[in-house]
């Protein structure tokens, strides 16, 4: 991008329509300019099986309070400390599906047949300790794949998809219930099930009143939302917020009749909540951000993807960044920037080379032309100003460009040519005589115009 200096080497142009012209063999000035920064699209940072150096399926995330980010992948546990990435294999070299950390590190995990933790020896190292020989005899050989892990209170619960195994004081209970992974709200600890939730109690998860308003939703998806309520997402691609502290009969509402109409057919994997009531939708080849009132803010394009996203792990970090998997990459959408960015996603064309800004207007200046900001997540080309637009100068309340084929005004979408010359780079202004500035070419050296009456 083409980026003023504080000082720039200016060359004078010859000049005509309301401009008188005088030519000077040289000139040299000095022009501060503060560029500006305009910003949408979010950042993604890809990590590739050959950075990361795993298998190519990743399931599950979790990050310990030093903000360590810990994944389980087909080859073990890999560990990334935001510098480096380590892998963490099981003994008998199994694939992991599951994990959770708890307040001292230990790093549970879920694997096929298998369930136990990581935790580091006197030298730094991990070393893997099964809690298979403290379930009892008779349900070792039921320990089917462990899908998901959830630390509540102080006890360790795993689940596969016919039992959930509870590891508290070093000791195993058995409940014998069917779920498909687990969610907390409210200090409460709930197992999640196609047709509804059930919440621990009294050392036994239990049915909810709130049930019989999702008889008939089949739930594909639930997410934490606000303190008080539940994303969930059902086998139609509908979405619905569930709040259990809600009055009997109007514990679950519709998100939003406009984005469910949208969500019927596109191929959504999962959902999930972000900060400021944000909800980041995830598709088979893109991510879409929505508003809490369901208006679409932006988006992470599929070019941008190798592969497409599988059903693995989305998760939202400490610093508010969505991670999710791809076919062998892994990738980090950054959310908690305030950095983003417009690209031909927005509507620009070509190499921006200058931005500009007039009151409430901007403006991308690419060699294509002059790109008009519409809206938050738009840009349109202003006709009449194809061609390379060098820079933008705001002299004397006024914005002009510096373009091509000569020199432009800018009055909003209204362009007034003010000069017509091949290859105009650059202006420079004279803060005492405001009807005169430089103007530097390409090739035909400085000139000074001086604005008629």
Known sequence: MYQPNNQQFCTVVKCNSNFTNMRFSLLVLFLFYQPIVFAQQLFV???PIEVYKGANQNSDMAQDEQGVIYFANNDGVLKYDGTSWDLIPLPNKNFIFSLAIDAEGKIYVGSQSELGYFQKDSTGIYQYHSLMPQLPVEHRKNVKDIIDIKIFENGVFFSDFENVYLYLNGEFTILNTKGFGFITQQNQLYLVRGSGLSVYKNESF??????????????YWIAEYTQNSFLILDDKNKLWVLNPQAPLHSKLQPFSENLNARLKVLPIVRITSMNNGTIAIVLKNEVHFVSKNGEPLYSVPKDLFEDDIRDGFVYKDMQHNLWLNANSIILQVTTSSPLSYYDKQNGIKGT??????????QYAGTTYGIFYKESKTSFTLLP????????????????????????????GKKIIRLISHPHVLSLCEFSKQPDRMIMGTYNTGLWLTEKKA
Not at 206 to 219: A, C, H, P, R, W
Not at 386 to 409: P, R, T
């Open 352 to 361: 921006i080379l200058s931005l500009g800004k007039k009151d409430q207007h």
């Open 384 to 411: 009449g100003t194809e061609g390379i637009v060098w820079n933008f100068y705001n002299f004397n309340q006024n914005l002009y460009v510096a373009h091509g084929s000569g020199v432009l005004e800018l009055q």
């Open 45 to 47: 940072q890809p990590y």
């Open 206 to 219: 239990q049915s909810m009143d709130f049930n019989k308003e999702l008889e008939g939703i089949t739930i």
